[in-house]
């Protein structure tokens, strides 16, 4: 089945790196994406990895994709308090129109 | 600027009552969504749409009903039926809405609708 999994709350103090982690069911999927969502907002795109990648850097993101275990996760370098915010792991699968989206990753950077 | 909005940003809704959301972009994308937030939850798909003049229902369509007359407009009705309608509701848009393909969706900034 569809299913896309994250914990609920990460607390970090700024400068640190942050990882946030999300697991998923099919192994069909396609694309995997990170998205953001600070309070009130919509979602902004963050990054995304194809699912023959392993890694994917961009600028303070790295993506890094464990295919065998389903685990795909988001390291942000040195967290500011900008990054504050819910981070939400989707992947798209081969079968489907949609984005199977996790529940979110409440993100609290610490000055 | 190319882009989603969509308004109002707060809806209220008495009982009994229907109300639609308005969702516009002009990135002259083909497919457009809408899906719903409640907190700590996330996004479950309400309606898409792939093309205009054809719309087909997401996991959660009961209640809710759309319309795709234009390529840029794609408006959420909230019917009495829905009973818990309290929800933050999010429009999205992609390129072409092919099934797999790399079809990154962009969001709108969102409605949040209370129930008076």
């Known amino acids: 089945g569809e299913d896309v999994e994250q914990s609920l709350f990460l607390s970090v103090r700024e400068g640190d790196s942050s990882v946030i982690n999300c697991t998923y069911t099919?192994?069909?999927?396609?694309?995997l994406y990170w998205y953001k969502q600070e309070p009130g907002a919509g979602l902004q795109l963050l990054t995304y990895?194809?699912?023959?990648?392993d890694m994917k850097q961009d600028q303070r993101l790295t993506v890094l994709l464990n295919k065998k275990d389903k685990h795909l996760s988001l390291r942000i370098a040195d967290t500011q308090t900008g990054d504050s915010a819910i981070y939400f792991c989707?992947?798209?699968?081969?079968?489907?129109?949609?984005?199977?989206f996790g529940s979110g990753t409440r993100l609290l950077v610490r000055p | 600027d190319g882009g989603i909005t969509q308004s109002p940003k707060y809806l209220f809704r008495k009982e009994g009552q229907n109300v639609t959301l308005s969702c516009e972009q002009n990135?002259?994308?083909?497919?457009m969504y809408w899906y719903r937030q409640d907190p700590g939850q996330g996004l479950r798909l309400i309606y898409y749409?792939?093309?205009?003049?054809?719309?087909q229902k997401g996991d959660i369509a009961e209640g809710y009903s759309v319309s795709r007359e234009k390529k840029e407009s794609f408006p959420l009705t909230v019917t009495s039926a829905q009973k818990n309608p309290t929800a933050f509701y999010l429009c999205?848009?992609?390129?072409?809405?092919?099934?797999?393909?790399?079809?990154?969706?962009?969001f709108g900034p969102g409605t949040r609708l209370l129930v008076l």
């Open positions: 999205a848009s992609s390129p072409s809405g092919l099934a797999g393909e790399k079809e990154t969706q962009y």
């Open positions: 099919d192994s069909s999927s396609t694309y």
């Open positions: 990895i194809f699912s023959n990648m």
């Open positions: 989707a992947e798209s699968i081969r079968s489907s129109y949609k984005l199977i």
């Open positions: 990135l002259n994308h083909d497919a």
């Open positions: 749409s792939q093309i205009v003049n054809d719309f």
